[in-house]
């Protein structure tokens, strides 16, 4: 039987986000690393053409927040993906694994609940400066990939159309 040849596809680039309407809810707890999530994620949608009115920015107090503040865009029908940015960082309890566990499964459920992408762009971390490395340092922003992520779940589903 023949095999599809796997190199075939374009894994590299970015379909157009020019006339794609994105959420961010944005987690308020550890702000200096959330905003500069937000701003890597704004500016990379921007980048592949989404335009400022089809972005829309909206802060929740902490992560844990993010799954419900994501739906209030979900209900909106004019929001095609949203990023859940957000960063729990470990402490001395283990309020840092219940965070982590409700933000991760209430993201998995919105995406299936609404056959919408909802990204998850949560930084889980020992220390801030693990979390500062991926928001705009030295390992890059999670931000970026999760509006990146999101661009390439719109379109995919519009080939589905
Ligand atoms: C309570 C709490 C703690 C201890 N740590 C974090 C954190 O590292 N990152 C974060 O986004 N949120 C934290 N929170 C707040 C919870 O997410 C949530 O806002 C509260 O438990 C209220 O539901």
Redesign the pocket.
Known sequence: MATKDLSQYDTKSVPSAEKMRFGIVV????LEV?SALAEGAVNTLKKHGASDENIKVKF???????PLGAQYFAEMDNIDAVLLL??????E?R??D??CD??TKGTVDLNLKFNKPFVFG?LTTNTQQQALDRAGGKHGNKGDEAAVTAIKMVDLKQQFR
């Not at 987690?27 to 550890?30: H, I, L, R």
């Not at 929740?60 to 993010?66: A, M």
């Not at 957000?86 to 402490?91: A, D, E, R, S, W």
């Open positions: 987690a308020e707890w550890n959330t929740v107090p902490g992560s844990f927040e993010l957000g960063c729990v960082i470990q402490g309890t309020h840092f219940f965070i409700g933000v949560v």
